[in-house]
Each structure stands twice: as C-alpha cells, then as structure tokens.
C-alpha cells in the first residue's frame, strides 16, 4: 500500500510550530502540523500582547494565534488535530503515532509542543479547577467581576496577568512564597504602584476549601510555619510551566527536568533528523517571539537536512 510520507512533521501548533509550518511549507516542503487541542499554544491564553514587534498598539493572543494559524496554511501546512503519543524510527523513517492509534510516517521531525502551566498540587485544587481555581486569567477573569482574587506566583506571568484581573476584580492579592518578584522591571513597577494589588509575601498556599466554589485559602508563613485563612472569591495560579514532553520518552535526549536538549543554533537534537523549537527546548527564552524565531530556524535546518539527504 502507498504510503503517505511528509517531509516534515510538527508536533504542536504554538508560535514556534507555527512559524515551523509557514517556513517549511513555504520551502515548497510536504509540511503537517499535529495539535491536540488548538492553535496559538500559550500565547492563546492571554490577553494583550504587547512585546510582539509588528504591533505597536499589542494584539490579543487569540488574535495572533489565528492569523499565525491562517499564514502557515496558506503556504500549505496541513493541520491534523490529534494528540501525538509516540515516536519511533524505522528504516530511516519516522513513525508519529497519534492518541487515537492512528500512525504518520515523516521524513524529519521538529518538536515544538512547548510546556503547560504548573499545578500548586494541594488539596482542593482540582476540585476547584473552573469553581475558583484558574490557570487562565483571558478565559476567567470576566467571571471575578467586583470580587477580591487571589494570584499565586511572582514571575511575569503572575504579574502581567494579576494587572488584567484588576480590570475586573475589587481586589488582586498577590501571594508570593518570597520576599522579592522574579517579573521584569517594568512589571513589577506596575504591578507594585498598582491601587488594586497588594502582596502577601513569604507565604504559600497549603489548600484550597469552600462550599461549592471558592472561598478560602489556608496560607503557610514560610518563615514562621504559621497558617492562618484567607478569604477569597478566586485563585489564579502562575507559578511556571513544565515541558510537554510525555510522548517522547528517550526518542531524543531531554535534560534532568525533561526539556529536550537541542542545540540553540541548529535546533538538532540528539537524533538526526529531529529537531526542537520553542518552550520545549532546554534553555530556551520563554517568549513568544523567541518561540517563533527557533520554529524558523528549525524549519530551515530540517530544509538542509533534506536536501543533503537528496544528494547523498
Ligand atoms: C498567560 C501567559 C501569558 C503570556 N504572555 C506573553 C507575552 O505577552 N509575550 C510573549 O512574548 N510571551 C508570552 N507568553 C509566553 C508565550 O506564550 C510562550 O513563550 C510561547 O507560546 C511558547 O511557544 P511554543 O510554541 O514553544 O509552545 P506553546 O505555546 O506551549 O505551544 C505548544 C503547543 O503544542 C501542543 N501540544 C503539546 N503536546 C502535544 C502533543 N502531544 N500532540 C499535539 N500537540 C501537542 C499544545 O496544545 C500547544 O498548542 C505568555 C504565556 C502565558 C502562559
């Protein structure tokens, strides 16, 4: 039977997988993009962003992630929505099989399906995810109107997102298990003049409770060992992200926290033929325009490879 073979296969669709489909498929490359859930990754989940160049006046994550998704398309990037669960290697071929047991056959293969949000991982949190508990300040932040939130984090994602939900909230305390923010400069000046957030510092949550929905938090004094409740109507988690890295298992070579490693220049991983962009990438810079960089440059590596292939 024929067999259907890509010369590029792209596992995820934020801004690096993007960038990878409208590079290859541009390069005149048979490209597929696989997503599990829809395109934009991350950058999805937010509302402005306003460190993309281009956009002078920022754009909203949703937007950016349609016309990226639209751009890779129309040089045709094919889009193929399942979850990936393995990769294998068979006769100088690359076999990607999806959750639903279907399997693709590629001739290189660039891995960008980045990373996911971190859970605090204590008792009543899932229990609460969507009756409270949110990961996703654009998706929620309108359900908080006029209530006094929690965000737990203090890097920039808690900043930058803690500053959205004043847009809506009475009250955003930020509770940050330091002394000091890790957020850059300018967010930290924001969020520290802010007249609608405060800070509860050295303090982590230990649990989340209330009947239905949220309503209290017991917090930890981490330099006392004190507990004490917090009342609160909400609690937006930004405390980091981990790799998506599940499907490759020791494909490629991934670092002690699981990103793969990849060289920062010719995105190859430790198998020819396969590379990494974006988030998913060892040491990568986690922004949106660094994601879409390494996801050009991974494209144009996997273009040699294949033309060194035809030639040899
Ligand atoms: C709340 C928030 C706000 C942010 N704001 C900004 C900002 O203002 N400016 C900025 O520059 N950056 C911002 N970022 C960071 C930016 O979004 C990321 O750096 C960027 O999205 C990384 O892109 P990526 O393509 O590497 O990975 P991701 O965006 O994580 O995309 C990976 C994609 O792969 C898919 N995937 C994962 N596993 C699989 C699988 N097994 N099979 C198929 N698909 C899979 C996922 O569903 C996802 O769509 C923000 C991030 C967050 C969370």
Same mark, same amino acid.
């Given at each position: &039977?024929?067999?259907?073979?890509?010369?590029?296969?792209?596992?995820?669709?934020?801004?690096?997988?993007?960038?990878?489909?409208?590079?290859? !498929?541009?390069?005149?490359?048979?490209?597929?993009?696989?997503?599990?859930?829809?395109?934009?990754?991350?950058?999805?989940?937010?509302?402005?962003?306003?460190?993309?160049?281009?956009?002078?006046?920022?754009?909203?994550?949703?937007?950016? %992630?349609?016309? &990226?998704?639209?751009?890779?398309?129309?040089?045709?990037?094919?889009?193929?929505?399942?979850?990936?669960?393995?990769?294998?290697?068979?006769?100088?071929?690359?076999?990607?099989?999806?959750? %639903?047991?279907?399997?693709?056959?590629?001739?290189?293969?660039?891995?960008?399906?980045?990373?996911?949000?971190?859970?605090?991982?204590?008792?009543?949190?899932r229990e609460f995810t969507?009756?409270?508990? !949110?990961y996703c300040a654009t998706?929620?932040? #309108?359900?908080?109107?006029?209530?006094?939130?929690?965000?737990?984090?203090?890097?920039?994602?808690?900043?930058?997102?803690?500053?959205?939900?004043?847009?809506?909230?009475?009250?955003?305390?930020?509770?940050?298990?330091?002394?000091?923010?890790?957020?850059?400069?300018?967010?930290?000046?924001?969020?520290?003049?802010?007249?609608?957030?405060?800070?509860?510092?050295?303090?982590?949550?230990?649990?989340?409770?209330?009947?239905?929905?949220?309503?209290?938090?017991?917090?930890?004094?981490?330099?006392?060992?004190?507990?004490?409740?917090?009342?609160?109507?909400?609690?937006?988690?930004?405390?980091?992200?981990?790799?998506?890295?599940?499907?490759?298992?020791?494909?490629?070579?991934?670092?002690?926290?699981?990103?793969v490693i990849a060289d920062?220049?010719?995105?190859?991983?430790?198998?020819?033929?396969?590379?990494?962009?974006?988030?998913?990438?060892?040491?990568?810079?986690?922004?949106?325009?660094? #994601?879409?960089?390494?996801?050009?440059?991974?494209?144009?590596?996997?273009?040699?490879?294949?033309?060194?292939?035809?030639?040899?």
């Amino acid at each position: &039977m024929d067999k259907n073979i890509w010369d590029v296969a792209i596992i995820g669709g934020g801004g690096a997988g993007l960038t990878a489909g409208l590079y290859a !498929s541009r390069a005149n490359l048979k490209t597929c993009l696989f997503e599990k859930m829809s395109s934009g990754g991350q950058i999805a989940l937010t509302d402005t962003v306003e460190n993309y160049p281009g956009f002078p006046e920022g754009i909203t994550g949703p937007e950016i %992630s349609a016309k &990226m998704e639209e751009q890779a398309k129309k040089y045709g990037t094919e889009f193929i929505l399942e979850e990936v669960a393995k990769l294998e290697e068979k006769n100088s071929q690359f076999i990607i099989r999806t959750s %639903s047991g279907k399997e693709y056959f590629s001739k290189t293969i660039i891995l960008a399906s980045g990373a996911s949000f971190r859970r605090m991982g204590v008792p009543g949190e899932r229990e609460f995810t969507g009756r409270g508990v !949110s990961y996703c300040a654009t998706c929620d932040g #309108a359900f908080f109107k006029n209530k006094a939130i929690a965000v737990v984090g203090g890097g920039d994602s808690a900043l930058q997102e803690g500053i959205f939900l004043t847009r809506f909230a009475t009250q955003v305390h930020v509770i940050h298990r330091r002394d000091k923010l890790r957020a850059s400069p300018i967010l930290q000046t924001r969020a520290l003049h802010h007249p609608k957030i405060d800070f509860i510092w050295n303090a982590v949550v230990e649990s989340v409770s209330g009947s239905g929905k949220v309503e209290n938090l017991k917090l930890k004094d981490v330099n006392t060992n004190q507990t004490r409740d917090f009342k609160t109507d909400g609690v937006f988690v930004f405390i980091g992200h981990d790799p998506e890295t599940g499907y490759i298992g020791d494909f490629v070579k991934l670092d002690e926290k699981k990103y793969v490693i990849a060289d920062p220049v010719t995105m190859e991983t430790s198998r020819k033929g396969v590379f990494a962009a974006g988030e998913i990438r060892t040491g990568a810079v986690k922004q949106l325009v660094t #994601a879409c960089g390494e996801g050009c440059a991974a494209a144009l590596q996997a273009q040699y490879y294949l033309e060194n292939l035809e030639q040899h």
